[in-house]
């Protein structure tokens, strides 16, 4: 099943692919993408989730074409931005997307803010990068906007070093909403902040969602984070989506060994005496990955056939799917083999 056809393309904010992206570095090939595939439904929010080094990043800077070439490259794969495609545009088209159809935010607010501008100028900016308004306009749709993610506007000629983390990621999306962008793409977005902080920035930016019906990447290890705002989830391993489906698929009909190790390794609150079981080992080195299911070093459920045959996509749904050999030799929707 090709969920990639042409016919629900319309309905499409963003679409990867095939994705295959590799850094070139002195000591080896880094193998970073390795035939991504993703959709973001216009209005919906898609959830990517998965560990450190999994290829996040690298998917929202490709959308971008921001990948930092030398090293990066973009090998092969489409991506498609409202049914355009991205990687067939000039520099300059480049640059007139970006804020203005797509928008990135980091983890870490200073990385994105220039310490020795205000923050209203920095908001400014990119309105006057992409439409034609005076000082004096764009200056008061800064202050607006700082309004919308609720900092006074009187505080648009103070500097980032004058705002709390929180204020200053408030700033950042200020920032990527001021041209209305129809997707978002958000990395990590609360991960620096303190916990209530991330959920009322959280918060904000559901409402702000909303309110301009912005389409997003939420690119997050936290299933928390993306039980309170995605639509869909794709989990990602070793720069690929090992299981894709709604929310209620990845959440109650888990089917990848590598989305129950994610679960198990959520504290329970509610029974403080169940120890943590974290997925044994660490992501494997993505310039020397292993042969056949690139999670088969760390699977419980290892197969014979695990480190000799990468899997194939199983369909269980027409929205949830998973690569793994467990459900090669029976259908999906008969039943779980995993555990959870
Ligand atoms: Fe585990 Fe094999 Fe499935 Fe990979 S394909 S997740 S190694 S059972």
């Known amino acids: 099943m ?22 070139r570095t002195y000591e080896g090939v880094v193998h970073a993408l390795n035939g991504m595939n ?16 999994a290829g996040k ?33 000039t520099e300059k088209e480049m640059q007139k997307i970006r804020g203005k159809v797509v928008s990135m935010i980091f ?34 749709k800064a202050r607006e906007m700082l309004e919308l993610v609720g900092i006074a506007g009187t505080r648009g000629n103070e500097y980032p070093h004058q705002f709390s983390g929180g204020m200053k990621q408030r700033v950042v999306i200020a920032i990527a909403l001021a041209c209305s962008p129809s997707l978002l793409i958000a990395d990590e977005p609360t991960t620096a902040l ?19 019906k912005t389409s997003m990447l939420m690119i997050t290890h936290d299933l928390g984070i993306v039980a309170e705002i995605c639509d869909m989830v794709s989990i990602v391993y070793a720069g690929r989506v090992v299981e ?5 698929d990845i959440f109650d009909n888990t089917r990848h060994p590598y989305t129950e190790g994610l679960f198990n390794s959520l504290p329970n609150l509610a029974d403080r005496k169940t120890k943590l079981k974290p997925i ?11 042969a056949g299911c ?24 027409d929205k949830h799917y998973t690569e793994c050999h467990l459900y090669s030799s029976k259908s999906m929707v008969e039943g779980k083999v995993i555990g959870r």
Do not use: W
């Open 194 to 212: 303190d916990v209530t902080i991330q959920a009322q920035v959280l918060e904000m930016m559901k409402n702000l969602r909303e309110k301009y």
């Open 280 to 290: 044994k080992g660490l992501m494997p080195d993505p310039s020397n990955l292993p």
């Open 2 to 23: 090709d969920t990639s056809s042409d016919s629900n393309v319309s309905n499409l904010a963003l679409e990867i692919n095939d994705l295959v992206v590799e850094y």
């Open 244 to 248: 894709h489906g709604t929310l209620e």
């Open 107 to 140: 983890q870490d607010p200073m990385t994105s803010l220039n310490p020795v501008m205000t923050v209203e100028e920095q908001i400014a900016e990119v309105i006057e990068h992409h439409e034609s308004i005076t000082k004096e306009q764009s200056i008061k």
């Open 294 to 317: 690139p999670f088969h070093p760390r699977c419980g459920y290892v197969l014979d056939i695990c480190n000799k045959e990468k899997p194939q996509k199983i369909y269980r749904t």
């Open 57 to 89: 990043t690298t998917t929202g800077l490709s959308v971008l074409r921001l990948v930092p070439d030398p090293p990066g490259i973009i090998l092969c794969g489409k991506i498609k931005l409202n049914g355009e495609d991205i990687l067939a545009k």
């Open 38 to 53: 993703i959709q973001v439904e216009t209005g919906k929010t898609l959830g990517l989730v998965g560990e450190t080094g």
